[in-house]
C-alpha cells in the first residue's frame, strides 16, 4: 500500500494530509450520517444525465439541506428520484447534449442554467501518474475546497461523472451523488478521497463554485 503525504498551507498553518492508494474500498464507504437514494441507472432510461441533475440539485440546495438533516428521509428519497428523472428528460429532449454527457461549464449548461452558472467560477486539474506534479493537483483541490463558504454548492466533474459537494459546517459536506445509491457527509479529507478515488482516479478533475 502507498503512502502519500500532501502538507497543505492555509492561512499560515500547515495542515497535514495523509491519502492511501486503496483499491479494495468504494468512495460510498467514505461517508457519514447516510440516507438511502435512488440512482440514475435504474431510475432513468437516459444515460450520463447527472451533470443536469447535479444544477437541478443546486437549483434545490435549500430543501435538500432541510430534508436531509430533519431526518425526512421518504422525502429526500422521492426529492432525488424527481431530480433524476428531470435531468433524463432535459438530455433526452435537448439533442445539443453530448451522448457521453457535459462538462460542468458546457453551453448547454450556461444555456439552461444560466442563473446558477454566471456566478461560478470553473477550475481544471489534470491528475496523472503518482508524483509531484499529482500532489500538486491534490493540493490544489483541498484549497479550493478550504475557499469554500458555508452553503457554497460545488459541482465536481471527473471523466464521466458529475457530482456535488455542499458545505454545511465547517469541514463538513453533504454528498449528492447520483451514481451512489447512499448520500451523507465527509469531511475535507474525505472529499478528497471521494474525488480522486482513493488517490486511484487519473484524469480531468473540474470543480465549479
Do not use: W
Request: hydrophobic share 35%.
Amino acid at each position: 500500500m502507498k503512502k502519500l503525504i500532501y502538507l497543505l498551507l492555509i492561512n499560515h498553518n500547515y495542515k497535514l494530509y495523509l491519502i492511501k492508494t486503496i483499491n479494495a474500498m468504494d468512495t460510498i464507504d467514505l461517508l457519514t450520517k447516510t440516507v438511502d437514494t435512488p440512482i440514475q441507472a435504474t431510475t432513468t432510461d437516459t444515460k450520463y444525465p447527472c451533470t443536469g441533475f447535479c444544477y437541478y440539485a443546486i437549483q434545490n440546495k435549500d430543501k435538500i439541506y432541510s430534508l436531509y438533516f430533519n431526518g425526512e428521509k421518504e422525502k429526500y428519497y422521492d426529492l432525488i428520484e424527481r431530480l433524476i428523472v428531470d435531468a433524463g428528460n432535459r438530455k433526452r429532449d435537448n439533442k445539443n447534449i453530448p451522448e457521453e454527457g457535459e462538462y460542468i461549464d458546457q453551453d448547454t449548461v450556461k444555456s439552461d442554467f444560466d442563473e446558477i452558472v454566471k456566478d461560478m467560477k470553473f477550475y481544471e486539474f489534470g491528475k496523472v501518474d503518482d508524483g509531484e506534479y499529482n500532489d500538486l493537483v491534490i493540493n490544489n483541490v483541498a484549497i479550493h475546497l478550504y475557499d469554500i463558504k458555508k452553503y457554497t454548492p460545488v459541482i465536481v466533474n471527473r471523466s464521466l461523472e458529475t457530482f456535488l459537494l455542499i458545505q454545511v459546517f465547517e469541514d463538513q459536506y453533504i454528498v449528492v451523488d447520483s451514481h451512489k445509491s447512499k448520500h451523507g457527509l465527509v469531511d475535507t479529507f474525505g472529499a478528497l478521497n471521494y474525488i480522486t478515488k482513493y488517490n486511484n482516479y487519473q484524469g480531468t478533475i473540474q470543480l465549479g463554485y
